[in-house]
């Protein structure tokens, strides 16, 4: 199986601040990477996918890049609304991994 | 309105059974492939089980390969997940969704989950 590890696990940030996670894949797996959110009681949301494609309604503060085996999402000014914690998941086989999570608080 | 609504969770004994059902609608659930998530307390994601629109491909992970059986009705437009040979390890919120596999991806959807607590 493919492993997925993202980095931090968790990060203390202020409204406004750019913040970058980034995720490790034990195999490359070319652009097939999403990225979620997901609130604490909630079912996770898709942020972007193949690495760079933002999914329809995701605000353009989000972005995607990378290839291969190293990634990384970036919220470019933090806002109230996206403390939540983060995941990572590739879909380059039939069986998908996700990353542990980035939670991401208020500092 | 796009819902998944899951049902089936509940309390059961080490080595008891159970089965999830998944109900579908405001969409072509006949068109989409779909998958069961699980998420143990606190803990991160993990992918359960594949199965394509026709169910003619099904996968499934190395931690419920033999003991859990996913299946469709596109019919009755729902999603099952039989559980058998529960462990404590199975504890988690499932989650039937659409996400990308295989190098698709076709939407996001996601349901509302249900709490499986395997204790004696």
């Known amino acids: 199986d493919i492993q997925m590890t993202q980095s931090p696990s968790s990060l203390s940030a202020s409204v406004g601040d750019r913040v970058t996670i980034t995720c490790r894949a034990s195999?490359?797996?070319?652009?097939?990477l999403a990225w979620y959110q997901q609130k604490p009681g909630k079912a996770p949301k898709l942020l972007l996918y193949?690495?760079?494609s933002l999914e329809s309604g995701v605000p353009s503060r989000f972005s995607g890049s990378g290839s291969g085996t190293e990634f990384t999402l970036t919220i470019s000014s933090l806002q109230p609304d996206d403390f939540a914690t983060y995941f990572c998941?590739?879909?380059?086989?039939?069986?998908?991994?996700f990353g542990q999570g980035t939670k991401v608080e208020i500092k | 309105e796009v819902q998944l609504v899951e049902s089936g969770g509940g309390l059961v004994q080490p080595g008891g059974s159970l089965r999830l059902s998944c109900a579908a609608s405001?969409?072509?659930?006949?068109?989409?492939?779909m998958n069961w998530v699980r998420q143990a307390p606190g803990k991160g994601l993990e992918w359960v089980s594949y199965?394509?629109?026709?169910?003619?491909?099904?996968y499934y992970a190395d931690s419920v390969q033999g003991r859990f059986t996913i299946s469709r009705d596109n019919a009755k437009n729902s999603l099952y997940l039989q559980m058998n040979s529960l462990r404590d390890e199975d504890t988690a919120v499932y989650y039937c969704?659409?996400?990308?596999?295989?190098?698709?991806?076709?939407?996001?959807?996601w349901g509302q989950g249900t709490l499986v607590t395997v204790s004696s």
């Open positions: 195999q490359s797996i070319g652009s097939w």
């Open positions: 193949k690495a760079s």
């Open positions: 998941q590739h879909y380059n086989t039939y069986f998908p991994t």
């Open positions: 969704a659409s996400i990308p596999v295989a190098g698709r991806k076709t939407v996001d959807y």
């Open positions: 405001g969409f072509t659930f006949s068109s989409y492939s």
């Open positions: 199965i394509s629109s026709s169910s003619s491909t099904i």
